[in-house]
C-alpha cells in the first residue's frame, strides 16, 4: 500500500528537502510517524524559533528549507517571522498541521478555521488541498513559487488524515526555475547612461549576495569605477565594506538619501527597493539625481516612484551589465577612514565591535540584531566577506538574529558563526540557545546588554516623546539562561577582559555565549 505520506516523503528525499525544522503537535503526528532515518527533524521549542532557524539555515546555504508548524496556534507563533522570512525573500516551504477533515465543519478543538487565508499576504503562495491525493503536487508547486523570482516563503495545511490516505499518483519534480535576464534595450539605454556619467553610484542591495552575485558585482563596480552604498536597511552585505569604492550605508529617511546622492549624476540601485524608509522628517529639499532600478520583484519596479526600471535577477544583470560597460578611467576615491574609539571606564558598542573586528575570522558569518547600536557595527565592523558574510531581520520584527544564527550555522558549519544581538531583541527566542545546544553547532553568541530597549528609547525622544514606558530592562543574567540551557557561557563588564572574553570564545568550537554589558547612554540612529 502506498500513502500519500509516502509519495511525500520520495518528492522530498528528490527535492533535497530531508532537513525538516519543527515543533510538532498531535496535528502533526500523522506526517512524522515512522520517521525515516534520512531525515534530520531539527527540534526548536516554540514556532517562531523555529522558523526563523530555518530562514538562518535557507539564507546560508541559499536552498530551500522545509517547516513543520502546528495548526492554527502554532502558525500564529510563528506569524512574525513568516513576515521576516516574506522580507527576506527566503524560500520556506511551511507545512502546517490541520484537524481531520470529518472534523472540520465542526470547528473542532486545534481545527484551522480558513488556514491558507491565516499567513496572507505576507506568503507568496498558500493553499489547503482539496484531496488528500493532491498533496504531493501541492507541494511541488509550493517548492517552485518558493525558490523563483523572487523568492519568498510559501504555505499549506494538510489535514492529519490525509497522510494515510492511498494514493497511485506520483508527482515528476523539475529543476528550479531560472532566474530571469533584462531587456536588451533597455540595458543598453543604461551602459550608454554609465558610461557617459561623470559620477555614477550604485546602491547595492540584499538581493546581491543573495543570488551569489558578490563577487561579479565587485567586478563590474571596478570596471565602472562607480562609488557603492549600501541601500537603506539592507539585511545582507551585498559589497565589502573595506573596499575603497565602498562610501557607506544610507540612512531610511528620505533627506538623508538625497544628501547622499546629491553629488552623482547617475545613480543605479541595484537589488533593493528605491528606497526603504524608517522615520518621516518632511519631504526632501533634494531632489534625487536620474535613477535605474533592476529589481526581479515587479511590486518594487512598479511602486518606484522615479527612475527607469529594468526587471531582472541580479547575477543575470550584472553579467549582462559587464559585457556592455568600459572600463572606466575616473580617479578611485580614498578608502573610508574608521578610527579606532577610544577605551573609557565602560565598554561601548564601537569598543566592542572593534575589538571583534580584529579578531573575526576571514570567513566568518556575522548576524546581527542590535537596533541601537547598528551605527557603531557599521562604523567599525567592516564586513568583507562576499558569501554571506552578513545576515540581519529585514522586517524590523525583534528576535530573529539569535535563532537565525543557530540556523546559519547549521547550514555552514565549516565557518565560524556570531551573532551580537541586544538584550532586548535576545529574549524574544532565547530558547533556541537549546536548539544551538542540541546541534552542538559552531555559533558564539554576544549579548550586548545595555538595559534597555534602547532603539525605542532613542527614536522616541528623537520625535519628542517623553517618559516612554516599557523600555527598562535590567537585571537579566544571561550567562545563567544560557548555562541552563546547555552552552558555556561569561560575562564581561570590563574593558580590559573583552579582547580576552571573545578570542576564547571565537576559538571555541561548541556553541558558547558572551553577556557584555555595554554603556547604557544611547546615541542617534539616524
Known sequence: MTTVRDVTRDLLRELGLTTVFGNPGTTEVAFLTDWPSDFHYVLALQESSVVAIADGYAQASRKPVLVNLHSAGGVGHAAGHIFTAFRNRTPLIILAGQQTRSLLPDEPFLGATDAASFPKPYVKWSCE????????????RAYHVATQAPQGPVFLSVPLDDWDVE?????????????????????AGLAVALDAAERPAIVAGPAIDHDGAVPGFVAL????????????????????????LFRGFLQPERGMVASALSGYDLVVVLGAPAFTYHVYRGESPTPLPPLYVISDDEQVLARAAEGVGVRATARLA???????????SRPL?????????????????DFLYATL?????????????????RPALQAQLPIRATDTGFLTVASGTLGYGLPAAVGAAMARPERKVVAV?????SMYCVQALWTAARENVPVTFVILDNYQYAAVRILGEASGGEKVPGVDLGGIDFTALAGSLGLAARHVERPEDL???????????RPNLLHVRVDPNPVALY
Open 167 to 187: 494514493t497511485d499518483k506520483v508527482v515528476a519534480t523539475r529543476p528550479r526555475i531560472a532566474g530571469f535576464a533584462p531587456d536588451p534595450e533597455v540595458l
Open 357 to 373: 573586528s580584529e579578531l573575526l575570522p576571514d570567513n566568518a558569518i556575522v548576524v546581527e540584531e542590535t537596533p541601537s547600536h
Open 221 to 244: 563596480a571596478e570596471r565602472l569605477r562607480a562609488d557603492v552604498w549600501a541601500s537603506p536597511m539592507s539585511a545582507r552585505c551585498s559589497f565589502p565594506e573595506d573596499h575603497r
Open 129 to 140: 488541498p482539496a484531496r488528500a491525493e493532491d498533496v504531493p503536487a501541492a507541494i511541488a
Open 333 to 349: 576615491p580614498a578608502p573610508l577612514e574608521r578610527p579606532r574609539p577610544v577605551q573609557g571606564s565602560l565598554i561601548s558598542a
Open 499 to 509: 579582547k580576552t572574553a571573545l578570542s576564547s570564545a571565537l576559538t571555541d568550537d
Open 421 to 425: 544581538i541586544g538584550d532586548g531583541s
Open 318 to 328: 550584472i553579467q549582462a551589465l559587464s559585457g556592455l560597460v568600459k572600463q572606466s
